[in-house]
């Protein structure tokens, strides 16, 4: 005999059901144009098949195409999709994982003595297509451990996978033919699955580890509708074009020299300047909010690190020590500012009146990083974080955190990221060994955190696993031009630092205390954020950013004492541009300088050196006719200062 039970969806409508419905049994008492775009559903804050009974009361949520699971239940199935295909092929290829990603999913093969390589693309996605056309449910269901293991017994990846598992939590999932071992996910048949491309093939290691096998992974994407994957393969194409490691070069920002080392970025004279303008504007800011600038060493000593925690945390995996000629000492490169900023701030003795200490650095620090994993400017070996911290009493918690994320806010509206999500990263409740500092300290620390997001009306996701291994944090993600997200600046609270380094202030009633320490970085680094900038304009900075924002272009010769001039004139007022001397004609000066990406373009001949005047271009929108120095100086000025 059924009994019925309570379903309550998001807009808080509590329906009836017989105990047993489905996700898709729901979906379809409501609408069957609801039910045709159901991918998956959450029960209960757990994600599960669409097929899934619900047996007690519940809170459901039907996702679709436009949720984020909807998509990761829709790009899981489609890696299913995938390994079936590649197994029609390649027989005797061995499968390891293939999660779904931001963009897409993936999956981990190792091909043995056989070769996969773009020439397979083609075949592999008319495979998922004609498989995905069978509408094949995906069927998810238990297998015992020794079963699973038998099943894998010629796949030393899945035995491995299996062997981590406990017996009675293992499933097998079938769609079609293919079988695969899965915790589940999936949507309700292969048949939504209408456009599929096969991006990528890439080397990776086994679990990530470059002593283990390589393997090649896999990348694809799949969508509900044709003109979904036209439009992201468009904006495929646009990323490309804005690559900042292309445009960097293009640009002529930044480099990197075999003979320094990989990893570490040689800033050129324009990188430099846009870097300089960044790091002023956000000093002055900082200025603003009453922060003190500091400079400290990028080394110290291995003491040092060994007090943070940093050392045992990280000694192994990343550069080692320095030996100096005398016997004794080690000196490491420094892998974060906060220890050194530590120590600036033992130099005085504080009372509670002194609080809130803000200590801000431009702070380079080294980190080692597999070769494979460097990228451009995003991935580096050495880097400057914009990093300050800040030490307050607990009752100033709240307030300057929250006086943190309003900095952070202005910095990111100035610069034109609008569109962000904010993340609250917790410790992983199961792996608190992973952490320093006991549960009182995590629990303040956490809470503080979530009620100043709160408070500030912050759109927050919470993770749980991602805090940094001294305190937890809140991370903003923005969204670029081409709507990718990016993770930019951090803002950690951290009661366990201030411990190990004992600091401490003297309470109103003449008693030490130990200080709350924040550690927050806007721009997260200088190295990183040029790259996301340049990608997120297409290296069309706002003129205050711009490293040239103007080049004066002489006709010939004779103008040249004229346009030495017009530029000497801006120069007084701190606006430096360039001269284009070369002996060119002046539509390829033009060229040149649109190619740059040069705001302003300064042409100058006979009649504008008679008439005390310059004729004015516009990068991308042409010219703009003559003006007097006088007008064009205080135009420039006024569009200089609006930030
Ligand atoms: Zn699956
Ligand atoms: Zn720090």
């Known amino acids: 005999m059924n009994s019925m039970i309570n379903i309550t969806l998001p807009?808080?409508?509590?329906?009836?059901?017989?105990?047993?419905?489905s996700p898709m049994g729901i979906a379809l008492s409501i609408s069957e144009g609801l039910a045709r775009n159901v991918l998956s559903a959450v029960v209960n804050d757990i994600q599960v098949e669409s097929t899934t009974p619900i047996t007690e009361d519940a809170n459901v949520q039907l996702l679709?195409?436009?949720?984020?699971?909807?998509?990761?239940?829709?790009?899981?199935?489609?890696?299913?999709?995938?390994?079936?295909?590649?197994?029609?092929?390649?027989?005797?290829?061995?499968?390891t994982i293939g999660p779904a990603i931001e963009n897409g999913f993936y999956y981990d093969v190792d091909f043995g003595d056989e070769s996969f390589s773009d020439a397979d693309f083609d075949r592999i996605?008319?495979?998922?297509?004609?498989?995905?056309?069978?509408?094949?449910?995906?069927?998810?269901?238990?297998?015992?451990?020794?079963?699973?293991?038998?099943?894998?017994?010629?796949?030393?990846?899945?035995?491995?996978?299996?062997?981590?598992?406990?017996d009675g939590e293992i499933t097998f999932c079938t769609h079609d033919n293919f079988t695969d071992l899965c915790r589940g996910g999936h949507i309700p048949n292969t048949g939504v699955v209408k456009a599929v491309k096969v991006l990528n093939a890439a080397g990776a290691y086994w679990r990530g580890d470059e002593k283990n096998?390589?393997?090649?992974?896999?990348?694809?994407?799949?969508?509900p509708k044709q003109k979904d994957l036209t439009e992201y393969l468009e904006l495929l194409e646009e990323a490309k074009k804005r690559d900042h490691r292309k445009l960097g070069k293009e640009l002529g920002f930044f480099t990197f020299s075999e003979k320094v080392g990989q990893g570490l970025p040689l800033w050129l004279p324009k990188g430099a300047t846009l870097r300089r303008k960044l790091e002023n504007f956000l000093m002055k800011a900082q200025q603003k909010a009453g922060y003190e600038m500091v400079i400290t060493p990028h080394i110290g000593h291995k003491d040092l690190y060994v007090t943070s925690g940093h050392y045992a945390k990280y000694g192994a995996d990343s550069f080692q020590p320095i030996h100096t000629p005398n016997e004794g000492e080690e000196f490491l490169l420094r892998p974060m500012n906060c220890p050194h900023h530590c120590e600036v701030y033992k130099s005085s003795q504080w009372s509670y009146r002194d609080l809130p200490k803000r200590y801000a650095e431009f702070g380079t620090v080294y980190r080692y990083e597999q070769s494979g994993e460097l990228h451009g400017l995003t991935r580096v070996r050495g880097f400057t974080q914009d990093d300050a911290h800040l030490f307050c009493t607990p009752d100033q918690l709240l307030d300057e955190f929250k006086n943190v994320i309003d900095l952070v806010l202005y910095v990111f509206n100035t610069l034109g990221f609008d569109d962000f999500v904010t993340q609250v990263s917790l410790?992983?409740?199961?792996?608190?060994?992973?952490?320093?500092?006991?549960?009182?300290?995590?629990?303040k620390a956490e809470s503080a955190i979530i009620q100043a997001a709160k408070e500030k009306g912050l759109k927050t996701i919470v993770e749980y696993g991602e805090a940094a291994f001294y305190g937890p944090k809140l991370d903003f993600m923005v969204k670029d031009a081409l709507g990718r997200r990016w993770q930019l600046g951090t803002i950690q609270v951290d009661y366990n630092l201030p411990e190990r380094f004992e600091l401490t202030y003297m309470g109103s009633d003449n008693k030490q205390y130990t200080p709350?320490?924040?550690?927050?970085?806007?721009?997260?680094?200088?190295?990183?954020?040029?790259?996301?900038?340049?990608?997120?304009?297409?290296?069309?900075?706002?003129?205050?950013?711009?490293?040239?924002?103007?080049?004066?272009?002489?006709?010939?010769?004779?103008?040249?004492?004229?346009?030495?001039?017009?530029s000497k004139l801006l120069e007084n007022h701190d606006i430096r541009g360039l001269i284009d001397n070369r002996n060119e004609k002046t539509g390829k000066k033009i060229r040149d300088a649109e190619m740059s990406k040069i705001p302003y373009m300064l042409i100058v001949g006979e009649k504008e050196a008679e008439n005390g005047t310059v004729s004015v271009r516009k990068?991308?929108?042409?010219?703009?006719?003559?003006?007097?120095?006088?007008?064009?100086?205080e135009k420039i000025i006024k569009e200089i200062e609006i930030n």
């Open 619 to 633: 990068h991308g929108e042409g010219d703009l006719g003559e003006m007097t120095l006088e007008e064009f100086k």
């Open 213 to 223: 096998p390589q393997l090649t992974r896999v990348y694809g994407i799949s969508f």
């Open 125 to 166: 996605e008319k495979k998922m297509l004609e498989n995905a056309k069978k509408k094949a449910e995906f069927s998810l269901y238990p297998v015992s451990k020794a079963d699973a293991l038998k099943e894998y017994a010629n796949n030393e990846y899945k035995t491995e996978l299996i062997e981590n598992l406990n």
């Open 64 to 95: 679709t195409w436009n949720d984020d699971l909807g998509k990761k239940a829709f790009w899981h199935s489609s890696a299913h999709l995938l390994a079936q295909s590649i197994m029609e092929f390649y027989p005797n290829a061995k499968l």
């Open 516 to 566: 709350v320490m924040i550690h927050r970085a806007p721009f997260g680094s200088m190295e990183r954020f040029v790259a996301i900038l340049l990608e997120h304009t297409a290296g069309n900075f706002p003129l205050w950013l711009s490293p040239e924002p103007f080049i004066v272009l002489p006709i010939s010769e004779k103008y040249e004492e004229y346009g030495k001039k017009v």
């Open 427 to 443: 410790r992983d409740p199961d792996n608190k060994e992973k952490y320093i500092g006991s549960d009182e300290n995590w629990e």
């Open 11 to 21: 807009d808080g409508s509590v329906r009836q059901y017989e105990s047993g419905i």
